[in-house]
């Protein structure tokens, strides 16, 4: 990397939010193509408790949609089993008939599809798997395909769905694992809910009053727990250093399980003149500019990571801010600080 990472002033701003009870802990990295150059944890899992170390597992949240779903469906196009441009209902059985078929997979990995943007799902399809995933790929759009670039949740479900039909019924927690995680040697992460020997080394989320405690080794997702813990929406769990590997890969992806091919397509603008820009799930820094080409995903628990190739850096924020509140200006500011500082 060609400037000075200032890692006092990383640690300063971590320590401050810890006080302020933005979360009560957290995990970073900032690397580049050969590994990381620095990281480290500040406070605890909870308050009072064990200290955030290099093996704490963070509940990721929408980062699952970057290190499962986009990298799956990388596989499938660069294997030639799915072309981008053509509308599902070409091709797909189940979307056939159905708005979704009209609608590209191209425009659900820049949010452009129209589809409904909150998920919703038991209130609308009930508990049963099957049903959701019918509710799902039947459902109507709320505009026309390509119209506008609105997140949902939805999109990145309806491709998980797609990848375990591309692949003979394949689920998607298998898919990542031996498709992604495995080959990059990430073995710390994986889809929950996670094991009674992993669950004292993750960081506590929101308050159940179902349960009468802090969740703990299941997602927060409402949408993933509905479907068993793993989804395309959230579902898995990991540390740092693992999502580290996962970005070295995207700086250098001269290896399986995608290439340069993959990363370059999905690391610009894909909507034109529509804002907010979007790659493909990726989206640039906010706070940036298209010189800088530093792209981001956050996750609703407080996850960040992002990846710059023109600066050959990659930085990963792992909080559980959830833990306090659902309030998002605390952890927007820690966010962009943190970024503005490991990409000078």
């Known amino acids: 990397m060609n400037t000075t990472l200032a890692v006092p002033r990383i640690e300063r701003l971590l320590q401050d939010a810890v006080r302020a009870q933005v979360f009560p802990g957290a995990a970073w990295a900032v ?3 050969g590994g990381a150059v620095a990281g480290g944890g500040v406070g605890a899992l909870a308050p009072g408790g064990e200290p955030v170390g290099e093996d704490a597992l963070f509940d990721l949240a929408s980062l699952t949609k970057i290190i499962a779903v986009w990298p799956v469906v990388g596989t499938l196009v660069e294997s030639g089993k799915l072309a981008l441009d053509v ?6 059985p189940e979307a056939a008939g159905h708005p979704l078929g009209d609608v590209t997979p191209l425009q659900l990995l820049t949010h452009t599809a129209g589809m409904p943007l909150r998920a919703n799902l038991r209130a609308l ?3 049963d798997p099957q049903d959701v995933r019918d509710g799902v790929v039947q459902e109507r759009l709320r505009r026309r395909p390509g119209e506008a670039v609105e997140y949902t949740d939805r999109a990145a479900l309806v491709l998980g769905y797609l990848a375990e039909f591309l692949t003979g019924g394949t689920r998607l927690r298998e898919l990542a694992g031996t498709r992604v995680w495995q080959p990059l040697g990430m073995t710390q992460t994986r889809y929950g809910p996670l094991p009674a020997s992993l669950v004292a080394r993750a960081a506590p989320t929101e308050y159940d009053e179902e349960t009468g405690g802090h969740l ?3 997602v927060h997702d409402f949408s993933a727990r509905l479907l068993g813990g793993a989804c395309g929406i959230a579902g898995t769990f990991a540390t740092a250093g693992d999502l ?7 700086l250098d992806p001269v290896r399986p399980p995608f290439g340069d091919g993959w990363v370059a397509e999905s690391l610009r603008v894909r909507t034109g003149e529509l804002t907010p820009p979007r790659g493909l799930f990726w989206h640039p820094a906010p ?3 298209a010189r800088e080409d530093i792209w981001a995903h956050y996750g609703f628990t407080g996850t960040g990571m992002w990846v710059s190739p023109a600066r050959g850096r990659w930085a990963v924020l792992l909080t559980n801010k959830l833990y306090f509140t659902r309030a998002t200006g605390p ?3 820690v966010r962009d600080a943190f970024r503005a500082t490991a990409f000078p």
């Open 31 to 33: 690397g580049d193509a």
């Open 87 to 92: 509308p599902l209902g070409d091709f797909w």
């Open 125 to 127: 399809y009930g508990s």
């Open 216 to 218: 703990r080794g299941t």
């Open 244 to 250: 580290g590997r996962f970005l070295r890969q995207v």
């Open 287 to 289: 706070g940036t500019t």
């Open 331 to 333: 952890i927007t500011h």
